[in-house]
């Protein structure tokens, strides 16, 4: 007889829109008479393992609805990575608990996560549906035409890039913004979505499709800074040289690392403070200013695309009915139709879990500082609408008397 369980959990880093995710699977799962319980457990898999379970089956939809309109994880997350070993107890849970239901939102690990765990219960006989909603603000997860939380941060950082180019071009001097991106170079490139006149910024934009020169660089920075009198840079926290060594590490003197020995980029600012001291030092240009993105991309507030709301909340849904309707575990893919439409397709969790997407090469130009006409016409229908824009002035010259 069917206990009529679920569990949902969120794992990795947060984002503007996750939320819409779990009130997409807690109130679609509502729907169903099957269900008797609905368990979101505390910090991901962490909380799973330690038992650390809320009932959300007793949760009002009003709280629900507001919940989902709030960034960040709302049952809190966890940056564990599960071995084979951790997974086994995450299964042991589960059984123990008889959820037969298991719907992980999260990114590259997450799937995994779910794959583990889902040939664990295969093996053992036990009827565990299991699948994997996607969530990722860097883009990066293959089969999916693009990822919830990606869009917002997006949005954000256009914006924050449109911005810092109205500053630069009243005070004019460098200016280098360090946005997340390890691998993968879909966010720092949202920058040139914040372009609205040819010469703003950002002038440059440096991706880790691509590989990074400290000399090249720095005469990008030259040419750039002599044609306008400014130049707003836009780099990806993940820039590497020819072998692959993350250029924040053969800058600084000393690197922070994770727990799982990974150089630490975000939320350093040091890798911005590093390019700007080689700007000063090697071209001799007294105003360079830098900033790092951080945190601040993943769970702004009040800066969220409502096309991103809408998918995340629809790829819950979509979870639960794939699992309720459907005779296979997997991981919900957002698929492209027409000009700007959107369809779910449940993929295998083997063609996604572990996997890196990076952006195709058509999106960059060819220079590699910059992106095509391709990308832009991929990412602006994401952003949402009610985008704001920026003018300027029409000036009128007053002819000099004094000084002709």
Known sequence: MSSGKILVAQGGGPTAVINQSLAG????????RNVTRIYGALH????????????????????????????????????????????????????????EHFFYIG?????????????QAQAAGYPLRAIHIPKTIDNDLVGNDHT???????????????????????????????VMGRHAGFLTAASALGKKFPDDGPHLIYLPERV????????DVKDTYARYGRCVVAVSEGIHDASGEPIATLLAKEVERDAHGNVQLSGTGALADLLCDEIKDKLGIKRVRGDTFGYLQRSFI???????????REVGEKAVQFAMWG?????????????YSVDYELLPLEAV????????????????????????????????????????????????????
């Open 212 to 219: 990074f020169s400290i000399e090249q660089f720095l005469a």
């Open 25 to 32: 699977v807690v109130l679609e799962a509502r729907r169903f």
């Open 148 to 178: 919830p939380g990606f869009p917002s941060a997006a949005r954000f950082v256009a914006q924050a890039f449109a911005g810092a180019n109205l500053d630069n071009a009243s005070l004019p001097g460098v200016y280098v913004g360090v």
């Open 302 to 312: 009040g800066c969220v695309s409502d096309v991103d709301q809408r998918e995340a």
């Open 44 to 99: 991901g898999v962490r909380g799973i393992v330690n038992e650390e379970f809320v009932d959300l089956t007793q949760e009002t939809s009003h709280n629900l609805e507001l919940v989902a309109a709030t960034p960040s994880s709302a049952l809190g997350s966890t940056r564990d990575k599960p071995d084979l070993k951790y997974c086994e107890d995450i299964f042991k849970v589960l059984k123990a608990h008889e959820i």
């Open 107 to 119: 990114g590259n690990d997450s799937s995994d996560t779910v794959r583990i765990v889902a040939e």
């Open 353 to 404: 879990a572990g996997k890196t997407r990076t952006m195709e090469d058509a999106f960059i130009d060819e220079k590699g500082t910059g992106v095509t006409d391709a990308f832009r016409l991929y990412l602006r229908p994401l952003l949402g609408s009610g985008m704001p824009d920026a003018y300027r002035l029409r000036p009128a010259p007053v002819p000099k008397i004094l000084k002709r």
């Open 327 to 339: 005779d296979r575990n997997g991981s919900v893919a957002i698929k492209r139709t027409g000009f």
